[in-house]
């Protein structure tokens, strides 16, 4: 299937923009409209579509950037739902709760849903689809949401707008779990992580390409996005082997990816442009923390340094 037949845009470059720094913690402390601008400033020298995950203060921000600085940047804006059962397969405990606290999820969730409805029908020129929710329904998700679940909240979007409605999930329950959901949502939107999946550098693309091809082969009529890939530039050794993520890997990862989703012709929103601070641990070196392609300082890493200032920094 082609983008067009889902899209107005051909497939081009994407990222997965999320702008908190330091000290700045989601649903606590929000990025200044300034703050926003400067971050968006660079990201459009690279890529052309980004990625918002959720409904809030920071996702309104970008919006009005985008509208009043006039940046030719089109936007996936997604409501982040909340679990709505418990999984008891969590890995880290993280997915087990009160009926109370399910119960307000569920309140939680169509508010978001509601948010996400009026910010696609108010920003219309610019975001370009929507997304019902993020890693919901894998086995390890800490915010589980029932499938049928997922495909009434994408029934609803779907009715209330015109843009194309998706969901964001590992590849994984794409090929079996959510099977009911393909024919509700307009595209089918996939996650691959070689780095989480203990594979090295080396193996890393082609294991990429296994992923994507294993749910195009699965549901041909349907288009697939890659709405996370990538590679972290550091790692404590937990979840990650330390030798395997480093900023050299990282580039070659981002390059190997970039050339491949050109060639093919794949939307691809790579993850992500800004290192993260507020994730994960406390350690410094905790991996969540470590997927920008430019530090939290704003400057680049590797990637997306220019030869002559990646020499030059050599040679210091």
């Not at 059962?85 to 569920?106: A, F, S």
Request: charged fraction near 25%.
């Amino acid at each position: 299937m082609k983008y067009t037949d889902v899209f107005s845009i051909d497939a081009a470059s994407a990222v997965c923009y999320s702008g908190y720094r330091a000290g700045q913690v989601p649903g606590v402390s929000f990025p200044s409209y300034n703050e926003v601008k400067e971050d968006l400033l660079i990201v459009k020298k690279h890529w052309s579509y980004i990625r918002l995950y959720s409904c809030d203060a920071h996702s309104k921000t970008v919006l009005e950037v985008i509208e009043n600085e006039k940046l030719d940047l089109k936007v996936m804006l997604g409501a982040y739902i909340t679990a709505e059962e418990n999984n008891h397969n969590c890995p880290w405990g993280g997915g087990v709760y009160t009926d109370q606290t399910l119960q307000n999820n569920r309140l939680h969730n169509q508010n978001e849903i509601n948010k996400l409805i009026e910010l696609a029908n108010t920003y219309d020129s610019i975001i370009f689809s929507l997304s019902v929710g993020n890693e919901a329904c894998v086995e390890w998700t800490d915010h589980m949401v029932p499938v049928a679940r997922v495909i009434a909240y994408v029934k609803q979007l779907k009715a209330a707008t015109k843009q194309p409605v998706t969901f964001c999930e590992n590849y994984v329950p794409w090929l079996d779990k959510l099977a009911p959901l393909v024919e509700a949502v307009d595209f089918i939107s996939i996650h691959t992580y070689p780095l989480w999946e203990y594979k090295t550098i080396d193996e890393a693309i082609s294991f990429t390409k296994q992923n994507y091809q294993a749910v195009a082969k699965e549901y041909p009529h349907k288009l697939v996005v890659i709405t996370e890939a990538g590679w972290a530039s550091t790692s404590n050794g937990k979840g990650i082997p330390r030798e395997h993520a480093n900023p050299v890997f990282q580039k070659i990862y981002y390059q190997e990816l970039s050339r491949w989703c050109e060639e093919d012709c794949i939307l691809t929103f790579i993850f992500e442009a800004f290192d993260e601070p507020w994730k994960g641990s406390d350690d410094p070196d905790e991996p969540e923390k470590h997927w920008g392609l430019y530090y939290e300082n704003r400057s680049p890493k590797l990637a997306l340094k220019k030869k002559t200032a990646y020499k030059a920094e050599q040679t210091r």
